[in-house]
C-alpha cells in the first residue's frame, strides 16, 4: 500500500517511510491526526472540520514536522481554543478504515488495536483486534435526526460487520495483489490499489483518497483468511503463508448471492494464494515462490430461495442469457487477471433422483462450449467434471485425494509456479522488468549481452512465472471445493520446495506429516470461508477420515454444521446481507428515501427512481432471494475503465484493477462522543488422434460440440460399467470413437454425459495416465467423470 512521503527529512528519504501510528485530539472545532512513521522520522498533521452537520471536509498539512515541532504545534492548538475546552486526546489508533455517512453526521472509523499475523519479504501484515466509530460532528451542531431511531439502527447495522474477524491488511506490502503482481511490475499504485477486486473498504476510503489524493492516512482491507506457518521437510525449515482474498464484487451470502451478474462477476469469488519461502542464508538470497487458484460460484444466472420448510431449496436456473454473455465476461475477466489457461474444476454431482445440481451441469458445459467456438485453440477453456460426491461416496477419503492430486499435477503444468529469489536491495515496485521467455514460461536471469551465458552463476535457479490458474466450483465452493483445492495446493507445495531446492522429488505421500500440517492450514481456511458466506464452519467429512475421527463423532459434526447453516441461512442472512451493502457502499441511506429495511428484494431491484441512495442499481437479491442476475455496481464506468493497467505480459495478465467484505453480526454499544463498537471492525483444440468431434446431447435433445472437453473415468478407482451406466445418459464406447460413431443411451436426469470404454479410464500398471486423461491436460479435450 502506498503511503510514502517522497520529501528528505535530516538526510532520510521518507518516500521509504510508512506511517503507521497515530494520535487523534479533538477541540470544539476540529479533530487534529498526527500521524508518524515506524522510526520516528517525521511527524504529519490531518485535521477534521466538526462544525458541519453533514458535509466531510478534511485538510492535509503538507508540511513535514520533526517531533518537538509536533509538540509545540499541540501546545499552541491547545493555548488558542482554551475558551472553548482546550485540546483533547481521543485516542491512539493504527490507520483509518473509512468514512460513512447514514442520515446525517459523518463517522470516521479507526483502528484501535492490531496485532502481527504474519510477514511477507520483511514486510508486516496485521489484524484488528479492536476499533472505533468516532462521530465527527461536534454534540453543538447535530439535529435530532443524529440521534434518531432510524440513524442508530444504521449504526447498529454497520457495527455488526466484525472487523476483528478475517480482516487484514499491511502497511507497506500490497496484500490485495499476488506475490506475482507485487514482484512483477503490474503498475498498480496509490489509490489505484483499492480499487482493485479485493480491498473492502474502497467505499469507505473513497472520500477522503479524493480529497487529498493520496492513502497516507488509510488502510487498504482485505477480507478472507491468512495463516502463516513454519514447517520443515529433511531438517530445513521454511514459511508456508496461505492467504484467500475475497472479491467485494457481488458479495453476500450464501442463498442471497448465487451465480453471475450482468457484469460478470460471480459470488463467493475467492482467491487463494499459497507462498513458500526460506530465509536467506550464508549470503544466499531469500527463495520465494508462490501459486493462484480461485473459487467462485458457478457463472450463470441461477437462485435458491431459502425456506424454513425446506433445508434443500431448488435451483432456479433463468435463460435470459441465451448466449452466456454474462459467463463469457466473468471467463475474459479471469484471463485478464491470471492469463491462459483458464481451467475449470467442476465437483458437482452427475445423478440425482430429482434433478438439482445436475441441472447447472448441463449449462454450465453447455456455457464453455458455446464461449470455446469463439475462442483460439490456445485461448480455449479447460473444463473438468468430476463428481467428488460420488467419489467420496465409493472411495476412502486417500483414493479420493489421490484421484484430486492427479488432476491437480496437471493443471500445475499446466500453468506452472511462481518463483524467484529476492535479494535485499530488491523493491516491491517494477521489481523484475526482465524479458519473458517462451520456453516454460522461464526467465532467463543468467543471460547477458556477451552471450557469455556460462560466466555467470547466482546460484539460484531462473525465475518463473504463472500463467493461467484453476478455478474449481462445486454449488457453495465451500466443502467439495476446499478439498480440492487442498490437494491443489498439495501438490503445488512440492513443485515449490522442488523450485526452492528443498527436494529433488516433487511428490508428497498424503501420509507425510507436511501433508498433515497443509491440510490442517486448508482446513481451517475451508471453515473461515464457509463462515463467511454459508454461516457454518465447513463440511469436512474427507478431511475427518484422514485425521482418523470416530465416524459417529464426525457424523454429528456434520449434522451440526447442517443446522447452524440452515438457521443462520434461513433467518440472519438477511441483515448480515444488508450490513454488508452498507459497508460496500452499495446502499447509500438519504434523507426522504426509502430506508434499507423497508425495501425487500423486487425493490430493490426497480428502485432506480429513488436515486443515488442505491449506488448505480442494487442487486435484485438483495433479502430473500439470491437472482444473480442483478447488477452490483459501486464505480462508475469511467472508473472501471480506467482500473485497467499493463501487467507482465505472460503472467497473470494485466490485473484486474478493482476489490472484498461480510462477516458476523453483534451488538452495538454507543458513547458519547466516541462509539465504541466491541466488534466492528471489534484451451487448445484437438491433436491428430481426435480428428473428429465427440457430441454431446442436452437435456433438451440438442447437440453440442464436446471437443474441449475429456471424458474420463481414469481417476476413479474399481467402479463397474454397470454403475457408471446408471449415472450417464450417453455411452460412447472405445470401439465406437475410433470408428467416429456415437451410440445414444436413452437421457437420465443429468443430462448430458459422455463415456469412454472402462479399460481406457483406468491407469495402467506403469503408472501413466489414460490417453483421454492426457488429451483432456494438453489439448483440452472434455472430460467427464
Known amino acids: 500500500m502506498e503511503k510514502s512521503v517522497g520529501v528528505v527529512v535530516d538526510g532520510v528519504d521518507s518516500k521509504s517511510c510508512y506511517m503507521q501510528k497515530f494520535r ?44 518537538a515541532e509536533c509538540c509545540d504545534i499541540l501546545k499552541r492548538i491547545h493555548d488558542g481554543n482554551k475558551s472553548t475546552g482546550g485540546l483533547k486526546f481521543v485516542t491512539t489508533c493504527y490507520g483509518i478504515i473509512g468514512f460513512i455517512k447514514f442520515l446525517e453526521p459523518y463517522y470516521m472509523l479507526l483502528i484501535t488495536k492490531r496485532k502481527k499475523i504474519g510477514t511477507i519479504c520483511g514486510h508486516a501484515v496485521y489484524a484488528i483486534t479492536k476499533s472505533e466509530m468516532v462521530p465527527i460532528p461536534h454534540p453543538s451542531v447535530r439535529s435530532k435526526l443524529a440521534y434518531s431511531k432510524d440513524e442508530n439502527r444504521y449504526k447498529k447495522l454497520l457495527c455488526s460487520m466484525d472487523l476483528t474477524k478475517d480482516f487484514f491488511y499491511s502497511y507497506s506490502y500490497n496484500i490485495m495483489l499476488s506475490l506475482q503482481k507485487n514482484l512483477s511490475g503490474h503498475n498498480v499504485v496509490g489509490q489505484s490499489l483499492y480499487e482493485t477486486l479485493f480491498v473492502w473498504n474502497e467505499y469507505l476510503t473513497r472520500g477522503i483518497r479524493n480529497t487529498l489524493q493520496n492513502t497516507s492516512w488509510t488502510v487498504a482491507l482485505v477480507y478472507g483468511f491468512f495463516k502463516q506457518v513454519n514447517l520443515s521437510i529433511s531438517g530445513r525449515e521454511f514459511n508456508m503463508i496461505i492467504i484467500a482474498r475475497r472479491s467485494r464484487h457481488y458479495a453476500g451470502t450464501r442463498y442471497l448471492k448465487r451465480g453471475v451478474n450482468k457484469r460478470g462477476r460471480v459470488a463467493n469469488d475467492v482467491e487463494t494464494e499459497q507462498i513458500v519461502f526460506a530465509d536467506a542464508s550464508n549470503g544466499s538470497p531469500m527463495q520465494i515462490s508462490s501459486v493462484v487458484q480461485i473459487r467462485g460460484s458457478i457463472p450463470l444466472f441461477w437462485s435458491q430461495e431459502a425456506s424454513p420448510l425446506n433445508m434443500k431449496p431448488d435451483i432456479i436456473l433463468s435463460h435470459k442469457d441465451a448466449m452466456f454473455e454474462a459467463t463469457k465476461l466473468h471467463f ?66 486417500t483414493n479420493v485425494l489421490l484421484q484430486l492430486g492427479k488432476v491437480a499435477a496437471f493443471a500445475l503444468k499446466l500453468t506452472g509456479i511462481f518463483y524467484c529469489p529476492v535479494t535485499p536491495n530488491m523493491k516491491l515496485e517494477g521489481l523484475f522488468p526482465y524479458s519473458f521467455s517462451e520456453n516454460n514460461n522461464i526467465i532467463d536471469e543468467n543471460k547477458d549481452d556477451s552471450g557469455d551465458d556460462e560466466s555467470k552463476d547466482y546460484g539460484v535457479k531462473p525465475k518463473t512465472l504463472q500463467s493461467g490458474v484453476l478455478r474449481t466450483n462445486c454449488i457453495d465452493c465451500l466443502d467439495r471445493t476446499n478439498v480440492a483445492q487442498y490437494a491443489y495446493g498439495l501438490v503445488a507445495l512440492g513443485s515449490q520446495l522442488q523450485a526452492l531446492g528443498f527436494t529433488e522429488d516433487p511428490h508428497i505421500d498424503l501420509d507425510n506429516p507436511l501433508a498433515k500440517e497443509v491440510m490442517s492450514a486448508y482446513e481451517s481456511m475451508g471453515d473461515t470461508l464457509a463462515f463467511q458466506y454459508g454461516g457454518s464452519a465447513a463440511h469436512n467429512k474427507i478431511f475427518s477420515e484422514r485425521r482418523g475421527q470416530w465416524k459417529a463423532a464426525a457424523q454429528s459434526q456434520e449434522l451440526i454444521r447442517t ?92 490485473p484486474d484493477k478493482r476489490s472484498l467484505l461480510e462477516s458476523t453480526s453483534d451488538s452495538f454499544t454507543c458513547g458519547s462522543s466516541i462509539c465504541n463498537c466491541r466488534q466492528i471492525y471489534g484451451g487448445t483444440g484437438k491433436d491428430k488422434y481426435s480428428e473428429s468431434d465427440h457430441i454431446c446431447y442436452a437435456e433438451h435433445e440438442d447437440a453440442c460440440d464436446c471437443s474441449n472437453f475429456l471424458d474420463v473415468d481414469s481417476l476413479s478407482s474399481g467402479n463397474s460399467c454397470e454403475e ?37 479410464e483406468k491407469l495402467n500398471k506403469s503408472g501413466k495416465h489414460t490417453d483421454s486423461f492426457e488429451k483432456w491436460v494438453t489439448h483440452g479435450e472434455m472430460l467427464y467423470v
Open 24 to 67: 487523534l485530539y479533538e477541540t470544539r472545532s476540529r479533530f487534529y491526526m498526527i500521524g508518524r512513521d515506524k522510526s520516528r522520522t517525521f511527524w504529519r498533521v490531518l485535521k477534521i472540520d466538526r462544525l458541519e452537520a453533514s458535509e466531510l471536509n478534511i485538510v492535509e498539512d503538507p508540511t513535514l514536522y520533526s517531533e
Open 563 to 654: 443446522i447452524q447453516r440452515y438457521y443462520n441461512n434461513t433467518y440472519l442472512d438477511g441483515a448480515k446481507q444488508k450490513a454488508i451493502n452498507i459497508f460496500l457502499g452499495h446502499f447509500q441511506p438519504q434523507q426522504g428515501k426509502p430506508l434499507l429495511w423497508e425495501l425487500d428484494s423486487d425493490q430493490h431491484y426497480n428502485v432506480g427512481s429513488y436515486g443515488p441512495n442505491l449506488a448505480d442499481g442494487i442487486d435484485g437479491s438483495f433479502i430473500r432471494r439470491s437472482q444473480s442476475d442483478g447488477d452490483i455496481i459501486s464505480e462508475s464506468d469511467a472508473t472501471i475503465r480506467n482500473l485497467h493497467a499493463p501487467d507482465c505480459q505472460h503472467s497473470f495478465k494485466n
Open 332 to 397: 475474459d475477466n479471469l484471463v485478464t487477471r491470471y492469463g491462459n489457461p483458464i481451467i475449470i474444476l467442476n465437483l458437482i454431482k452427475t445423478r440425482e433422483k430429482r434433478p438439482r445440481e445436475t441441472i447447472l451441469r448441463t449449462e454450465f458445459a453447455n456455457a464453455v462450449k458455446s464461449i470455446n467456438q469463439n475462442l483460439s485453440k490456445e485461448e480455449q477453456l479447460r473444463f473438468l467434471h468430476w463428481d467428488l460426491h460420488r467419489h467420496s461416496r465409493r472411495s476412502k477419503a
Open 724 to 760: 457408471e451406466l446408471l449415472e450417464r445418459s450417453i455411452s460412447i464406447a472405445s470401439d465406437n470413437i475410433a470408428n467416429d460413431q456415437i451410440t445414444e443411451v436413452p437421457a437420465s436426469e443429468s443430462g448430458p454425459i459422455l463415456k469412454e470404454k472402462q479399460s481406457e
